[in-house]
């Protein structure tokens, strides 16, 4: 069985990588299994679908539930995923906020003295979401009118004064608050809550994150992710 490690920031990434996973590959060949860190506690969060004897890939995700601390938790527990548990890779995923795109040679650098001299670096990917996760989202800008039939990209722009179907997304400063916008339009809020998060991903169209170049072109950091994720399971 190949198994891989994923450790994200928060509970929306979690999310996110969840339903992608679940959409990216074919049942019952994978289980997808969650926990939340806090400090050395890990408490499981998602449960896997099918007993390990009956899959031939395992992921599990660690949320560390928080800003900062995905390279303190991978440099506390990769060895012995390695090592111990049978592991082939680990991805570490974070956002960017509150750094900005001239950073991120240094944010890799930085990655790169932690764990460099260690045996196991090539089998570490460090993915960086631009400026936040949300802008993956706002990607696939017809989902909004998946959730609500009012939210056309026609009036968000006209209501917002932006251009969601052409707009660098990854530029917006903060895609969460873009998002927020949006839903308010319609009298709703996002907080990063859950619930949000549950409903935001239960309308992404996943074929096209998977398949569809235009989409794919405006968000490179998630083609990083998706890209990692296939060189490693193929």
Same mark, same amino acid.
């Given at each position: 069985?190949?198994?891989i490690?994923?450790?994200?920031?928060?509970?929306?990434?979690?999310?996110?990588l969840?339903?992608?996973?679940?959409?990216?590959?074919?049942?019952?060949?994978?289980?997808?299994?969650?926990y939340?860190?806090?400090?050395?506690?890990?408490?499981?969060?998602?449960? %896997?679908?099918?007993?390990?004897?009956?899959?031939?890939?395992y992921?599990?995700?660690?949320? +560390?539930?928080?800003?900062?601390?995905?390279?303190? %938790?991978?440099?506390?527990?990769?060895?012995?995923?390695f090592?111990?548990?049978?592991? !082939?890779?680990?991805?570490? @995923?974070?956002? @960017?906020?509150?750094?900005?795109?001239?950073?991120?040679?240094?944010?890799?650098? %930085?990655?790169?003295?932690?764990?460099?001299?260690?045996?196991?670096?090539?089998?570490?990917?460090?993915?960086i979401?631009?400026?936040?996760?949300?802008?993956?989202f706002?990607?696939?800008?017809?989902?909004?009118?998946r959730?609500?039939?009012? @939210?056309?990209?026609?009036?968000?722009?006209?209501?917002?004064?932006?251009?969601?179907?052409?707009?660098?997304?990854?530029?917006?400063?903060?895609?969460?608050?873009?998002?927020?916008?949006?839903?308010?339009? +319609?009298?709703?809020?996002?907080k990063?809550?859950?619930?949000? !998060?549950?409903?935001?991903?239960?309308?992404?169209?996943?074929?096209?994150?998977?398949?569809?170049?235009?989409?794919q072109?405006?968000?490179?950091?998630?083609?990083?992710?998706?890209?990692?994720?296939?060189?490693?399971?193929?």
């Amino acid at each position: 069985m190949l198994k891989i490690a994923f450790f994200v920031e928060g509970q929306t990434e979690r999310i996110f990588l969840e339903s992608l996973l679940n959409n990216f590959f074919t049942h019952p060949y994978f289980n997808v299994e969650s926990y939340q860190l806090v400090e050395d506690k890990a408490t499981l969060i998602t449960k %896997a679908n099918y007993d390990h004897s009956e899959v031939t890939l395992y992921f599990l995700i660690f949320d +560390v539930t928080g800003d900062g601390n995905v390279n303190g %938790a991978i440099y506390e527990r990769a060895e012995s995923l390695f090592t111990k548990n049978g592991y !082939s890779h680990i991805f570490g @995923l974070r956002d @960017l906020f509150p750094h900005n795109k001239e950073e991120i040679p240094l944010i890799r650098s %930085a990655f790169s003295e932690t764990f460099g001299e260690f045996g196991y670096y090539k089998m570490l990917t460090q993915i960086i979401a631009i400026k936040e996760i949300e802008s993956w989202f706002l990607a696939d800008y017809d989902h909004f009118a998946r959730m609500n039939p009012l @939210l056309t990209a026609e009036w968000i722009n006209s209501e917002l004064n932006i251009d969601i179907t052409r707009d660098s997304v990854e530029d917006y400063p903060h895609p969460s608050m873009v998002i927020n916008s949006i839903w308010q339009l +319609v009298g709703r809020s996002y907080k990063k809550r859950a619930t949000n !998060s549950f409903s935001i991903c239960s309308y992404l169209d996943y074929t096209l994150y998977c398949c569809d170049e235009q989409l794919q072109s405006r968000i490179p950091s998630f083609m990083e992710l998706l890209n990692g994720i296939d060189a490693v399971t193929s």
